[in-house]
């Protein structure tokens, strides 16, 4: 793993150190029960007219786009998002990299339970402690995101029996074969391709394509990345996606309901 990834996780080990302690999984599921159950990220990405689900990001600036939306505010997109029907979003919560915070998914969170429906959030950010789990539940999120390529074993195991813990669901992000081997010796019930490659930037949905067919039938299958077109979405659907997550194309939309209506048209 030499590549932007590497940096990132360097990084966020860093800035997660000043917050490590230990967090139980007792401590979670007392965490969990005291809370209100957040919407159900799985249910949402598998649609009942078998349409795409459509998982949309927020994400102002990033690695390989450069600034995107440096100005948005979360709420003002989460809005849009869910009048567009979007079936979950995906708030970036890492700062450096991506100007996302916290904040932002505290907020997105908090305006859907005003103002529903409340459409299920998945944390999007470089997980590597529980800590990290424990702060995406309080902040009202339904789902976290586990990196197989980033992460020991070890790591995946604990973290994902600190979301199970908390009530959050778990979205296996992979790359290869061997990731996808990891996921499910794991138990992963949600696994997404991220078709970009951290190395050169570049996406190519053929990894979708290559993947997604050896997916146990049933695990939800997400394609992530590089997807702008209803013609992208038509060809990981093709392949067996339930659902696509899109950032940079809908964040850029001047209408994200028509561009979501364009992915589904299939
Ligand atoms: O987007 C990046 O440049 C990036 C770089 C390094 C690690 C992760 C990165 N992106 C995270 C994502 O998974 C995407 O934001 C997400 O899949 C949406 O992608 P896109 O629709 O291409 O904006």
New binding site residues.
Partial sequence: MSD??TE?MAWKRQEVASLLRTVSLDELSRLNASLSKPPSFAAALRRPDGKLGVIS?I?RR????GAIAEKIAATDQALRYQAAGASALSV?TDTKFFGGTLDDLRSVTQLFREKPPAVPCLRKDFMVHPIQVLQAREAGASAILIIVRALSDADIKTLFDAATAAGLDALFEIHNDAELDRSVRHGAKIIGV?N?D?AI?K?DLGLSERLIPKFPKDVIAVS????FTGADAARVKACGAHAI?????LMKSPNPAALIAEFRAN
């Fill in positions: 932007k990834l990132i990001e994400k990033s690695p390989s786009a970036l991220n970009r951290l930037f996406t992530e990345s590089g997807i997550l899109v950032g940079e194309a």
